[in-house]
């Protein structure tokens, strides 16, 4: 599953084998209710076949895996789930509850950083078989701390289930893509193992209340996508194109070190943020604000000195709330800032991020990874999707170089697009004494400046000499191809599986 599985205390609700097991009855008791017989017409299952690419052979897929979700009917043939479930699709396929009818199924919109997706069929006329007695679930108003909830699920036999539980906390957290961090409910409930799936509807009065994510077992605590975020979600897939949820462009550091604090000339009554980064073109960027600024107040509310505000319905929040759900893609926040001991308002209008704007992409789901073959020589766009590849520790388990370019693009602002590197070395005629070179930025090739993929494609075939020269950034050195040698190397891999040797998106 997703890389927060990896942790063993996180146990997401999967219906493939492949995936970590439920909580079994016997551990994990349920709490079952009588279900109202028209509830199971308004969630459809849905199965997924996934394939994603291989982080160290580009050119060829990871074996195919299934799962599956039981996913909610929120409009007029429209299904809402999550990103996760959608993620490097080949195929999907919607499933009434008693297993009768099958239609396939299409993204209409899908937000990875928000983890929801809405679903719609393929064919008009499967689409209205199978909708045809069904009832959308209605959209319950956003819970408070306290409230009772209900989790739908559903036995293989048709058979519905629902675990009663009640919403612990509230907070703003990332419940799919590190970094990227939502307004999440924290459901307390006893799940049962029956008929576990990827996501499950969340209930409140027959309502839905949100889209249960993933369940610690331990703490028998679900994660749940609430619907305040799910509305903003709903509201932008009706637009096209999908405007998604905004973004300010900044990180920050919390400012609770005396000796900081009196050091950035912030009075015992402050509380406040630094900005230690501002993306390049992001809103704040636009708005004038700079690393070193201190973030005092956001929209009106004070912010203490660790991220947190005073919510008038949920309570104290992290405030990236006030960027990543009370807003939307265009609109504008006021800012009250402290710059060198002297306080200034600015207006920031928010934008959505381009994450292929990024240096090192987030995530790069459903599109095939850039890559080059020359010689026996692989060449590699950085991404994280690929710093991941190196394990659950990839933070101290990732060469050096690609960490610091993560940590601080700013060195390469304005030099490169993105960060190409040789990957690896095929033992060929081409390559001998390169075998061990691997996860080496590449700065030039014949002369020429590498700032993409496609920028080395052209500085390799534009070559008229026989040697191709590649120099790196790390090691200041440089390795030499020979260009008839790599020519007739390039034709053997195309005849043993390598194809294409090349892509450049």
Known sequence: MRPLLALS???????????????????????????????????????????????????????????????????????????????????????????????????????????LALLGPVSESEGKLLFQHTTPLAIAPP??????????????????????????????????????????????????????????????????????????????????????????????????????????????????????????????????????????????????IQVGDVILTVDGYPIDRRGYYEHPHYGRLFWGHLVRGSKSTGETLALELLRDGKALRVSATLTREDVNARLIPAYQFDQAPNYLVKGGLI??????????????SWRSRAPLNFLDALENPEKYEGKVDRIIFLSAAIPTPATVGYENLRNLIVRKVNGQDVKDMQSLRSAFSKNSSKLHSIEFDEENFTVYLDEAVSATVDAQLLKRGIAPLSRAN
């Open 143 to 288: 819970s408070r701390i306290g409230d009772s909830v209900e989790i739908l699920q559903i036995e293989d036999n048709g058979h519905p289930l629902i675990t009663a539980g009640s919403l612990q906390s509230i907070d703003v957290t990332s419940n799919f893509l590190p970094g990227h961090e939502f307004l999440t409910y924290f459901v307390k409930a006893s799940m049962q193992s029956a008929a576990s799936s990827y996501s499950l509807p969340v209930l409140s009065s027959d309502t839905l209340a949100g889209i249960l994510t993933s369940y610690d077992s331990d703490d028998q605590l679900c994660h749940v996508v609430p619907v305040e975020i799910i509305q903003h979600f709903l509201k932008g897939s009706a637009l096209n194109p999908y405007p998604g949820f905004p973004s300010i462009g900044i990180s920050i550091t919390r400012t609770e070190d005396p000796s900081f604090r009196e050091w950035l000339k912030l009075s015992p009554e402050q509380g406040g943020l630094y900005v230690r980064q501002v993306r390049k073109d992001g809103a704040a960027a636009r708005a004038g």
């Open 379 to 392: 060449f590699q766009e950085l991404s994280r999707t690929l710093l991941e590849s190196f394990g659950e």
């Open 9 to 115: 205390v996180l146990l997401t609700l999967s219906g493939c084998d492949s995936q970590k097991p439920a909580p079994t009855a016997a551990t994990a008791p349920s709490v079952e209710k009588t279900v109202q017989p028209d509830l199971t017409t308004s969630v459809l299952r849905v199965n997924s076949t996934q394939q994603s690419w291989s982080p160290g052979q580009p050119w060829e897929k990871k074996p195919p895996s299934l799962r599956h979700a039981l996913a909610a009917i929120v409009g007029p043939q429209q299904v809402l789930t999550t990103s996760e479930l959608v993620a490097d699709a080949t195929f999907l396929e919607f499933e009434t509850p008693d297993g009768n009818h099958l239609a396939q199924a299409k993204v209409i919109a899908v937000d990875y950083e928000a983890n």
